[in-house]
């Protein structure tokens, strides 16, 4: 039995990154013998288990065969005789498919070492193609590494676009996907990810409604990049820059769809694309699972964020029914992060990065004025059920106008 670090933690020790997961591929033995020592199976579909120490993950050196569509239509064949080449043939990338002994003797039959100098990424063998999600994979490594100067390698970028083309992305499950776009979108350059699921159509295919931006003009007053999709791009690198959570970046990403629905004799306006962008924003949603905290606030800040731009601007009453919508009294963060996500979308503007926003300290202001209304003395007055709700908005209504004139 020889046991060898691989993927991750070769990659990023080499590339003097820090280690977080350590993988281990297992070459000469047998699930009988791995059970036998103590190791934990995991699941039933892999020949994969844990360490009964260190709970990290020991592979059966394997060879992968595709036998159907999808990530269900996969035969393993795990033996003793399977060979570490063989093992780390069957991986994405070549930088993610060394291996290592306990000496630090490096296993690079692929060429790792020499692509990770060079800053490419690039797929070992067509066994890539055995598993659609690598076309995320590499899109996220392409984010996680464009800081070094990592490039997709023009031959995986063309597979990855036949990828694209079949068919084979939509046969992905949420939560798999949802993985990859969750992860990217939290790497330091988010904007790389999509870029490069642009660049090979998977976009196209993933999120149309996203894809469908670029190519829409706004109004160069507002906009001086002018195009919709580079917009988006630019409030998404916004939110990473300032270390924005997933929600914001989430809602960043979503929040002008409706501009891809505006008919091209309306260019460059696009009247209500806050409201006509709720049903896009819901399909994507949906369509990747997105967590609860991520789905509301991108819906909220899609119907919204015009409001946010104009918050100096806006009637008491129209303040109110924001904070209403949002329901500042009981959740707070996520006004916050509404906050947060219309000031992205202000500076991801070109030239416009370093604006400030006095919006954001008005809306603050607006909503601790709401909130400070007390309930307890219109009870002591008698108010109860709806009328008790009524009397608070009128108090309410009447903070925010005291709020209005003395700003
Ligand atoms: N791998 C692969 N194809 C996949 C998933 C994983 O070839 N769809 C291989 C790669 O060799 C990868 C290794 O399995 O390096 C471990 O996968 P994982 O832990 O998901 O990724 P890491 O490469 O460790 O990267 P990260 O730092 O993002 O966790």
Redesign the pocket.
Known sequence: MRIYK????V??RLLGKPV??I?WVVVGTTTEEMLAKGFRPVGADFPVFLHPKSGE?YALARTERKSGRGYGGFTFHASPEVTLEED?I????TI??MAEDDQQNLTDPYHGQRDLEARVLRH?SPAFAE?P??VL?VA??AA?YAELGFNVAPETLELMRQLSESGELEALTAERSWKEIS?ALMEDQPQVFLEVLRACGALRVLMPEVDALFGVPQPEAHHPEIDTGVHTLSVLEQAARHEQPLTVRWACLLHDLGKGLTPEEEWPRHIAHEFNGLKLIKAVNERFKAPRDCQELALLVGEYHTHGHRALELKPSTLLELLQSFDVYRRPQRFEEFIAACEMDARGRKGLEQRSYPQADYLRGAATAARSVAVQPLLEKGFKGPELGEAIKRERLKALKVYKEST
Not at 6 to 9: D, F, I, L, N, T
Not at 90 to 93: E, F, H, K, P, Y
């Open positions: 691989v993927g991750g933690a990659r990023d977080t997961d993988d993950e780390l069957r991986r994405d990338l993610n498919a070992v598993d999600l690598r994979r996220r490594f996680r992860r």
